[in-house]
């Protein structure tokens, strides 16, 4: 849909216009576009599924059915007085929401949206995607430390032992969809799914949520644990360190960190309905189809919506981890899981 | 020859290591490091401190100060007459109103040997009960917050209020009834309160069976308390904990069983629940079956509700006569007593509260040592404290 924004545009103001110039319009285009209205859109849908599920009230009043209570919350901290403690390190207190938002900014970067329709089609597209999740953990720490407050040291150190653990099991779950589509790029992963067959069925594709089950198991509880939520939200634990490493902070800053963790589950969720769900593709309808290009992101956010559920099922109803019964689940049984399920997978890939 | 400048050499080296390896060592030992959690935490839900030396997250030590909130209730009774105190009194454990002022009414009512009548010992026994059950959902509703679980303390919050709504029909007030009086009640129940009561008994098991699934039932819950906070029974009596933490580390004490003058316990068929573990997960488990046998009780008592007045004969103004008199009831929080000493006046002379959570949490010390940060909240939400209650 985006790259042919370019083509569309390009004979109408008859001017060629340059690569970069392609991809920048692509990227700051897509951002505007898409990323904005879905997170705002999760945070919505999430905070009506969260107060149905708690039985309160949830937003009723900004927009209808509280549709805008996103932009009333950001209105309420835009407000607020930014303060900076006085010990803190001024620099990387600053800087730490951003550091963090960009880790989700980037990770979007790399999920396709139809089979033109991508920001940036990277033949390392999951490789990508794995390495700037872990961006996030410098921002986090950066918050912690530098806030100069025992609470904030805390939880950042927690975080980043945390971040740490949870990013080998994820990355060994990713491997088995990568080892059964045969390519690192997420739009191939994609057309592997919808042109895949269940035993000679293709009616349906093959989405890997079937035959990577484990993985996608082992991906949604490491994805839980990046996120820094319940059951894995000591870095945050309200009740034990206040709020973790986001305690100093007010304002736009703590709107940042607040937003950043609704709109990075929403991508995450997005990177899991792509590697496993089937991405922006529905049965019956062949993958080549033109209709792809404006039905995809549809598609996919109906996806990313299921995903984002069920990781938000889990969040309101666990309680919380210690730390080290954390690590023991992350070393001694996701991650052996994880390699059973890669030698599995190694060896059907082999057989078939 | 060589072989004795090598070894030479192989000392050297080996002397040098060492020493490379103590400076190491010096440079690395880690540094203890002192946390405040409150006076204002999240945890506390009042204004109790923490002063905990950590080692990395392991405590080394805990110690409870108290007295944020202290108001001196002790000596404002010394300016009230009898009947004003219930006021003041309401507010210790502020989550269990009426249990508060069923001992010091009491007590007094020992001083004057005057007795209330049957339906009001009846009443005054069903409200209790209530408070009872009220103050345990609150309180597991909480300690599941205090674990991480978010929704749970909505459910709480939510079913909570089948019984404040009761509790108001008849008092006026969901949290300070302020409805007990020397002699009996200030008033007899609504009409129709007795089957509202029944449903709303009802609305309280299924209360307390879905939290049962919902945070007993969770294996997170269970790994997060199960050998966490033990506290054998010989300390827990030697530190004079009560009420449910006491029950939880297995020992069979309960005041409604073991002393119900002035309530109507001994005409309820109920159970002593306990508990052998004496963790964190026994005191909840505790709690939540006292909870659920509360509501057995507030059943059969409703049935058995006998008919007449609800006030004994007292005098308009009342004065107590000289002398002490101490009684003690099983609250919520655990054993609540009041020992007043009257010089037949208008006020009382001196008033001695002796309130359940000050003396529960005085084992904060010995429980927490060696624990993790994060088992220091769980710890302090299985041993359930009001604020109010500890400082008074």
Same mark, same amino acid.
């Given at each position: 849909?985006?790259?042919?924004?370019?083509?569309?545009?390009?004979?109408?103001?008859?001017?060629?216009?340059?690569?970069?110039?392609?991809?920048?319009?692509?990227?700051?285009?897509?951002?505007?576009?898409?990323?904005?209205?879905?997170?705002?859109?999760?945070?919505?849908?999430?905070?009506?599924?969260?107060?149905?599920?708690?039985?309160?009230?949830?937003?009723?009043?900004?927009?209808?059915?509280?549709?805008?209570?996103?932009?009333?919350?950001?209105?309420?901290?835009?407000?607020?007085?930014?303060?900076?403690?006085?010990?803190?390190?001024?620099?990387?207190?600053?800087?730490?929401?951003?550091?963090?938002?960009?880790?989700?900014?980037?990770?979007?970067?790399?999920?396709?949206?139809?089979?033109?329709?991508? =920001?940036?089609?990277?033949?390392?597209?999951?490789?990508?995607?794995?390495?700037?999740?872990?961006?996030?953990?410098?921002?986090?720490?950066?918050?912690?430390?530098?806030?100069?407050?025992?609470?904030?040291?805390?939880?950042?150190?927690?975080?980043?032992?945390?971040?740490?653990?949870?990013?080998?099991?994820?990355?060994?779950?990713?491997?088995?969809?990568?080892?059964?589509?045969?390519?690192?790029?997420?739009?191939?992963?994609?057309?592997?799914?919808?042109?895949?067959?269940?035993?000679?069925?293709?009616?349906?594709?093959? *989405?890997?949520?079937?035959?990577?089950?484990?993985? =996608?198991?082992?991906?949604?509880?490491?994805?839980?644990?990046?996120?820094?939520? *319940?059951?894995?939200?000591?870095?945050?634990?309200?009740?034990?360190?206040?709020?973790?490493?986001?305690?100093?902070?007010?304002?736009?800053?703590?709107?940042? =960190?607040?937003?950043?963790?609704?709109?990075?589950?929403?991508?995450?969720?997005?990177?899991?309905?792509?590697?496993?769900?089937?991405?922006?593709?529905?049965?019956?309808?062949?993958?080549?189809?033109?209709?792809?290009?404006?039905?995809?992101?549809?598609?996919?956010?109906?996806?990313? =919506?299921?995903?984002?559920?069920?990781?938000?099922?889990?969040?309101?109803?666990?309680?919380?981890?210690?730390?080290?019964?954390?690590?023991?689940?992350?070393?001694?049984?996701?991650?052996?899981?994880?390699?059973?399920?890669?030698?599995?997978?190694?060896?059907?890939?082999?057989?078939? | 020859?060589?072989?004795?400048?090598?070894?030479?050499?192989?000392?050297?080296?080996?002397?040098?290591?060492?020493?490379?390896?103590?400076?190491?060592?010096?440079?690395?030992?880690?540094?203890?490091?002192?946390?405040?959690?409150?006076?204002?935490?999240?945890?506390?839900?009042?204004?109790?401190?923490?002063?905990?030396? #950590?080692?990395?997250?392991?405590?080394?030590?805990?110690?409870?100060?108290?007295?944020?909130?202290?108001?001196?209730?002790?000596?404002?009774?010394?300016?009230?007459?009898?009947?004003?105190?219930?006021? #003041?009194?309401?507010?210790?454990?502020?989550?269990?109103?009426?249990?508060?002022?069923?001992?010091?009414?009491?007590?007094?009512?020992? #001083?004057?040997?005057?007795?209330?009548?049957?339906?009001?010992?009846?009443?005054?026994?069903?409200?209790?009960?209530?408070?009872?059950?009220?103050?345990?959902?609150?309180?597991?509703?909480?300690?599941?917050?205090?674990?991480?679980?978010?929704?749970?303390?909505?459910?709480?919050?939510?079913?909570?209020?089948?019984?404040?709504?009761?509790?108001?029909?008849?008092?006026?007030?969901?949290?300070?009834?302020?409805?007990?009086?020397?002699?009996?009640?200030?008033?007899?129940?609504?009409?129709?309160?007795?089957?509202?009561?029944?449903?709303?008994?009802?609305?309280?098991?299924?209360?307390?069976?879905?939290?049962?699934?919902?945070?007993?039932?969770?294996?997170?819950?269970?790994?997060?308390?199960? %050998?966490?906070?033990?506290?054998?029974?010989?300390?827990?009596?030697?530190?004079?904990?009560?009420?449910?933490?006491?029950?939880?580390? %297995?020992?069979?004490?309960?005041?409604?069983?073991?002393?119900?003058?002035?309530?109507?316990?001994?005409?309820?068929?109920?159970?002593?629940?306990?508990?052998?573990?004496?963790?964190? !997960?026994?005191?909840?488990?505790?709690?939540?079956?006292?909870?659920?046998?509360?509501?057995?009780?507030?059943?059969?008592?409703?049935?058995? #509700?006998?008919?007449?007045?609800?006030?004994?004969?007292?005098?308009?103004?009342?004065?107590?006569?000289?002398?002490?008199?101490?009684?003690?009831?099983?609250?919520?929080?655990?054993?609540?007593? !009041? !020992?007043?000493?009257?010089?037949?006046?208008?006020?009382?002379?001196?008033?001695?509260?002796?309130?359940?959570?000050?003396?529960?949490?005085?084992?904060?010390?010995?429980?927490?040592?060696?624990? !993790?940060?994060?088992?220091?909240?769980?710890?302090?939400?299985?041993?359930?404290?009001?604020?109010?209650?500890?400082?008074?």
């Amino acid at each position: 849909m985006i790259s042919s924004l370019s083509t569309v545009l390009s004979p109408v103001l008859a001017v060629e216009i340059p690569y970069w110039g392609q991809t920048s319009l692509r990227v700051l285009g897509g951002l505007v576009a898409i990323l904005l209205p879905a997170g705002g859109l999760v945070y919505v849908y999430l905070f009506k599924m969260m107060s149905f599920m708690q039985s309160r009230l949830g937003p009723m009043e900004a927009g209808p059915y509280g549709s805008l209570q996103l932009l009333a919350e950001v209105g309420k901290f835009l407000q607020k007085e930014d303060i900076v403690p006085a010990k803190a390190d001024r620099l990387v207190f600053l800087g730490a929401p951003f550091v963090v938002l960009i880790s989700t900014f980037l990770l979007l970067l790399a999920v396709p949206f139809g089979p033109d329709a991508w =920001f940036v089609d990277l033949d390392t597209g999951v490789y990508f995607a794995m390495a700037v999740s872990s961006v996030s953990v410098i921002g986090i720490l950066m918050a912690g430390w530098g806030s100069s407050s025992k609470y904030s040291l805390l939880g950042g150190i927690r975080a980043a032992g945390q971040l740490v653990a949870y990013e080998l099991p994820m990355i060994l779950a990713v491997l088995g969809v990568v080892i059964q589509a045969g390519t690192l790029n997420m739009n191939e992963i994609v057309f592997a799914q919808a042109n895949g067959e269940i035993f000679g069925f293709g009616g349906i594709g093959n *989405p890997y949520i079937l035959t990577q089950f484990v993985g =996608f198991a082992v991906f949604l509880i490491a994805i839980q644990a990046e996120l820094t939520q *319940p059951p894995f939200d000591m870095p945050v634990a309200e009740s034990e360190l206040v709020a973790g490493y986001m305690t100093e902070y007010s304002g736009l800053r703590f709107l940042l =960190f607040f937003i950043g963790e609704f709109a990075t589950a929403g991508v995450f969720s997005a990177i899991a309905a792509v590697l496993f769900l089937g991405g922006w593709y529905v049965p019956f309808l062949e993958p080549e189809h033109n209709l792809y290009n404006v039905l995809g992101p549809l598609v996919l956010m109906a996806k990313i =919506f299921g995903v984002a559920g069920l990781i938000f099922w889990f969040r309101f109803t666990y309680p919380r981890f210690r730390e080290d019964q954390l690590q023991r689940l992350a070393w001694k049984f996701l991650i052996p899981i994880a390699l059973v399920n890669i030698v599995i997978t190694g060896v059907l890939k082999v057989v078939f | 020859m060589t072989a004795t400048a090598g070894s030479e050499r192989e000392q050297l080296a080996y002397i040098a290591a060492k020493a490379a390896d103590s400076r190491v060592n010096v440079e690395l030992e880690t540094e203890g490091m002192t946390l405040n959690i409150g006076p204002q935490h999240p945890a506390t839900h009042g204004t109790l401190r923490i002063v905990a030396k #950590l080692d990395g997250e392991q405590v080394i030590s805990a110690d409870p100060v108290m007295g944020y909130m202290h108001r001196g209730y002790e000596k404002l009774t010394e300016v009230r007459t009898y009947p004003q105190v219930t006021t #003041l009194i309401n507010r210790i454990d502020w989550l269990g109103s009426f249990a508060n002022e069923v001992p010091f009414i009491l007590a007094a009512e020992k #001083l004057m040997e005057v007795e209330a009548p049957p339906r009001a010992v009846w009443i005054r026994t069903i409200l209790f009960e209530m408070s009872r059950i009220a103050n345990n959902l609150l309180g597991l509703g909480d300690m599941a917050a205090q674990l991480g679980a978010v929704t749970p303390v909505f459910y709480a919050f939510r079913d909570r209020e089948y019984v404040l709504n009761q509790v108001e029909a008849v008092t006026g007030g969901r949290f300070h009834p302020n409805f007990d009086r020397i002699g009996g009640l200030k008033d007899d129940i609504p009409a129709g309160w007795i089957a509202s009561t029944k449903d709303s008994m009802i609305k309280m098991r299924q209360a307390a069976d879905e939290l049962e699934s919902l945070v007993f039932g969770n294996e997170i819950f269970t790994t997060r308390t199960r %050998g966490i906070g033990i506290i054998p029974a010989e300390v827990a009596l030697e530190y004079g904990m009560s009420g449910s933490n006491l029950r939880g580390s %297995g020992v069979d004490w309960d005041l409604r069983r073991d002393s119900p003058w002035g309530l109507a316990y001994d005409q309820a068929d109920w159970k002593v629940w306990t508990h052998p573990d004496g963790d964190s !997960y026994s005191r909840a488990w505790v709690r939540l079956q006292e909870m659920r046998e509360g509501t057995y009780i507030v059943d059969q008592l409703l049935d058995s #509700l006998p008919s007449g007045p609800v006030m004994a004969k007292v005098p308009r103004i009342i004065k107590v006569p000289e002398g002490e008199a101490w009684v003690e009831t099983e609250n919520p929080l655990g054993a609540m007593g !009041y !020992y007043i000493v009257s010089k037949g006046d208008l006020v009382p002379f001196r008033v001695k509260i002796r309130s359940a959570s000050f003396n529960n949490i005085a084992i904060v010390p010995w429980v927490l040592k060696g624990v !993790y940060v994060p088992d220091i909240i769980s710890i302090l939400a299985s041993l359930y404290f009001i604020l109010g209650d500890i400082d008074r």
